[in-house]
């Protein structure tokens, strides 16, 4: 069983950051990749940006540029900044992490962090 727990969340004006933290923990998996994923009213959840063991990114193209994701393997900890926040970014950020256990491959969510960009 794999455990995520989010923090950094909360409201901020248009062109604010925020920095988003998601850490892993558990026993008996290893990690293939995290990424966050964002879902506002009425939308599905969709990828914001993910990062592999190995260091490659990927991100939705609203973001880059504006938002970047790091993470600390030895931590198994992600993290996501997130500058030049616009009102079309509020939404529910979810941790997301894919995991290896024996030779099996699960996927793992967090509760989810609520970002608000309002003036």
């Known amino acids: ?6 923090s950094g969340g909360g409201l901020v004006q248009p062109g604010g950051s925020l920095r988003l933290s998601c850490a892993a923990s558990g026993s ?3 990690i293939n ?7 506002a009213p009425g ?3 969709a ?4 990062i592999t063991t190995g260091g490659i990114t990927n991100y939705v193209g609203s973001v880059k540029g504006r938002f970047t ?3 600390d393997n030895a931590k198994n900890t992600v993290y996501l900044q997130m500058n030049s926040l616009k009102p079309e970014d509020t939404a529910v950020y979810y941790c997301n992490a ?5 030779t099996y491959a699960f996927e793992y969510w967090g ?9």
């Open 28 to 30: 008996g998996f290893s």
């Open 111 to 119: 509760q989810g962090t609520q970002v608000t960009v309002s003036s």
């Open 43 to 45: 939308n599905r959840r």
């Open 69 to 71: 994701i790091s993470r």
């Open 47 to 50: 990828l914001v940006a993910r």
């Open 1 to 6: 069983q794999v455990q995520l727990v989010e």
């Open 33 to 39: 990749a995290m990424g966050w994923y964002r879902q």
């Open 98 to 102: 894919e995991v290896t256990v024996s």
